[in-house]
């Protein structure tokens, strides 16, 4: 008979609630009207459940979802972290990305399989806490996105490494550009292992608990998985492909957008008037972390993000990007350059340079 132990009234407030179906530990991002954003306290709080049930027994699959509708999860808490940048809150800005890589690289080495059911709303920190994990299902709802350029920042929580390993240029594409896709895509650029209809996540979860686990869960797991697959038709990035590989397999920032400008088609105009209202810094330190990300291990480029963010987070364009886009709302920051002529190079070259031995990640 399976067992579900439910979450107390108190613990229902809570921003993260943990239960255990049978078999089945489940984890429930529950800040629906924030679009389940992540904050340290959630890190932290997930930290501590994965590591008790990885060495619980009783415990042989662990799924995360997010409350409500909308989002699965919608990213990392950018206002808060706004705040503690206008605050010189250095203690803040340490913590939350160091220990949010460190979930990020817990989740990828997990022990049991890990399934995420992005359902909603998947950007930024979202990604970190569902595409590192065995098992990605996306749905009718999934809109997914790395959409940090647009605010001064780059493709964190692993893009570096993700990002470089989807089919052709498409990674690059998606890194620079903060493009919006569906589960189609998700699907065809590996992102996502499974495709699903919505209201199918119910009776997948009742039938992961009332699983045999005995055996290879890995294997369990994705063969109940395999029974619920759904298929999502074409993927419109596979139709694109072409010009995406064209013009986004340049060796620099530059080579990009001169093959953009030279594209005659809808794609080459839309997509370089979407990079020139990006953070020309961003955009050439993304199109760096991606470049080099592509021969590096997941924690090298765990690591190396880590010295990005500290060195964003302390650079005009990200406080911008946030004032314009969360804050304010008024959608026209004033970027510290121009375009992307104006970055220097070895100002991009100091992104990555080491931090004080004290003071790196060092997965």
Not at 38 to 51: G, N, S, T
Not at 72 to 92: H, N, S
Not at 342 to 352: A, I, L, M
Request: glycine share 10%; aromatic share 8%; proline share 5%.
């Amino acid at each position: 008979m399976t067992t579900v132990s439910t979450p107390s009234e108190t613990q229902s407030e809570a921003p993260v609630l943990f239960s255990q179906d049978g078999p089945v530990g489940r984890i429930l991002l529950n800040r629906p009207k924030a679009l389940n954003a992540l904050d340290l306290v959630m890190v932290d709080m997930m930290m501590a459940q994965l590591k008790s049930w990885e060495h619980d027994e009783t415990v042989k699959v662990v799924v995360i979802e997010g409350a409500g509708e909308k989002a699965f999860c919608a990213g990392g808490d950018i206002r808060g972290l706004y705040v503690a940048r206008k605050v010189d809150d250095e203690e803040t800005l340490d913590a939350f990305y160091r220990r949010e890589y460190h979930l990020n690289h817990y989740i990828a080495t997990y022990p049991k399989p890990y399934i995420a059911l992005m359902d909603g709303i998947t950007m930024g920190g979202g990604v970190g806490v569902s595409i590192h994990g065995r098992f990605r299902v996306v749905t009718e709802r999934t809109l997914f996105a790395m959409p940090e350029t647009g605010i001064g920042f780059f493709p964190d929580v692993g893009g570096g490494y993700f990002l470089p390993r989807c089919p052709g240029k498409i990674g690059m594409y998606l890194g620079l550009t903060g493009a919006r896709i569906k589960a189609a895509d998700c699907i065809y650029a590996g992102l996502a292992t499974h495709g699903m209809k919505s209201d199918g996540l119910a009776q997948l979860k009742t039938d992961l608990a009332a699983a045999c686990w005995e055996g290879d869960c890995t294997a369990v797991a994705q063969g109940i998985l395999d029974q619920h697959g759904a298929l999502f038709g074409a993927a419109p990035l596979s139709e694109a492909r072409a010009e995406i590989d064209h013009c986004f397999s340049g060796d620099s920032v530059a080579a990009i957008f001169e093959a953009l400008q030279n594209t005659p088609s809808d794609f080459g105009t839309e997509t370089l008037k979407v990079l020139n209202h990006k953070s020309p810094v961003a955009v050439c330190v993304s199109f760096e972390q991606i470049r080099r990300g592509s021969e590096m291990s997941l924690a090298d480029v765990l690591n190396m993000e880590y010295r990005l963010s500290q060195r964003m987070v302390r650079k005009p364009d990200l406080f911008e990007g946030v004032r314009a886009v969360i804050i304010d709302k008024d959608h026209a920051p004033k970027w510290q350059h121009g375009d992307i002529g104006q970055v220097d190079p070895r100002e991009v070259g100091e992104y990555f340079d080491p931090l004080p031995e004290d003071k790196e990640l060092n997965l």
